[in-house]
């Protein structure tokens, strides 16, 4: 199974509402990143937060980890149509390298 | 500065032949890693390279092989291909060693097996 697993898997919502994605995760990591993706194109870098850490925002974005709970959460406020997509995580384990979860599909209806 | 380059976008190609697929990093970026996405396994990690040495190998065969050019540009070539090799191959550079610096995607290489 995948190392990062997020949860929901989908995720439909209104315009103007927030949007919560969990990743959890089994085993230790040196950080976590969280990356969208429009329609099967690249993937784009939202926020990397270190495993000391515990919150970083990002505009819109607010990306929390709980290394207790082995969990990350992104939220983004106020939803936007543009940010309809697949969500990402990915997390960087000791030993370089980055895995990522199954990710989370985002719809925004306007 | 221009963004990451992946050539060709597109390929099809048959089973048993092979394939080689380009990706250019962004100027002064000298790690580049290859992923490979299906919609069953999701985003799989291939390979990274740093300053013309793999440093990181994912779980693929060995008919699965890069290399990176003193440019930082990157290849990865697949051998004998197989009807399950059908993904989006994606390319990402980055300043650093990827797992503590953010990645730059390219648009990727859609490959077809028939």
């Known amino acids: 199974s995948q190392q990062g697993e997020e949860d929901p898997q989908a995720l439909s919502i209104q315009e103007g509402e927030n949007a919560t994605m969990n990743c959890s995760y089994k085993?230790?990591?040196?950080?976590l990143q969280w990356y969208r993706q429009n329609s099967g194109r690249g993937l784009v870098h939202l926020i990397l937060i270190r495993s000391n850490e515990r919150e970083k925002h990002s505009g819109r974005l607010r990306v929390t980890l709980d290394t207790s709970k082995k969990s990350s959460s992104l939220l983004i406020t106020a939803s936007r149509a543009a940010d309809t997509a697949s969500y990402f995580c990915a997390t960087a384990l000791y030993g370089n390298k980055l895995v990522f979860g199954a990710g989370t599909i985002l719809r925004v209806k306007s | 500065k221009a963004g990451v380059t992946q050539t060709p976008r597109y390929l099809i190609k048959t089973r048993g032949q092979q394939v080689t697929l380009s990706c250019s990093p962004i100027s002064g970026h000298r790690s580049v890693s290859w992923y490979q996405q299906t919609p069953g396994q999701g985003l799989q990690f291939l390979f990274e390279?740093?300053?013309?040495?793999?440093?990181n190998k994912g779980n693929f065969p060995g008919r699965f092989s890069g290399r990176q050019f003193s440019n930082s540009r990157s290849e990865m070539n697949v051998s004998t291909l197989e009807l399950g090799d059908s993904a989006l191959y994606l390319c990402?550079?980055?300043?650093?060693?990827?797992?503590?610096?953010?990645?730059?995607f390219g648009p990727g290489t859609r490959l077809t097996v028939l």
């Open positions: 085993t230790s990591i040196n950080n």
């Open positions: 390279y740093f300053s013309e040495t793999q440093r």
């Open positions: 990402a550079s980055s300043l650093g060693e990827a797992v503590n610096n953010e990645q730059f």
